[in-house]
Nanobody, 126 residues
Framework: QVQLVESGGGLVQAGGSLRLSCAAS????????MAWFRQAPGKEREFAAA???????DYADSVKGRFTISRDNTKNTVYLQMNSLKPEDTALYYC????????????????????WGQGTQVTVSS
């Protein structure tokens, strides 16, 4: 497992932008699949975006075209650039990591990931 620390959350008006960061420990960050999940009050944790070690990315339909996941392997950091934010994006955002992509994995299920950060709160006001 790796240790993950998120930052960058805050309060923003609808239509605004935020960039979340997730710093990871460990020397094999470049081989990990990384993802962002989010959880709104009273709702289940849901997938937002993922970045595989080979560079491919995946997005939930709800954030596609507005959010961008990227990673800097030299800094052991993954980012989530969030633009055109909506009140429904309000949630606690979690960074997640997994070292192995097993058969049957989609990268979209929380159970696939074995390391999690503590979360960073994003609040979008209308």
């Amino acid at each position: 497992q790796v240790q993950l620390v998120e930052s960058g959350g805050g309060l923003v008006q609808a239509g605004g932008s935020l960039r979340l960061s997730c710093a990871a420990s460990g020397r094999t960050f470049s081989t990990y699949a990384m993802a962002w999940f989010r959880q709104a009050p009273g709702k289940e944790r849901e997938f937002a975006a993922a970045s595989r070690s080979g560079g491919s990315t995946d997005y939930a339909d709800s954030v596609k075209g507005r959010f961008t996941i990227s990673r800097d392997n030299t800094k052991n950091t993954v980012y989530l650039q969030m633009n055109s934010l909506k009140p429904e994006d309000t949630a606690l955002y979690y960074c997640a990591a997994k070292p192995i992509w097993r058969p049957g994995h989609t990268g979209r299920q929380a159970w696939e990931y074995d390391s999690w950060g503590q979360g960073t709160q994003v609040t979008v006001s209308s």
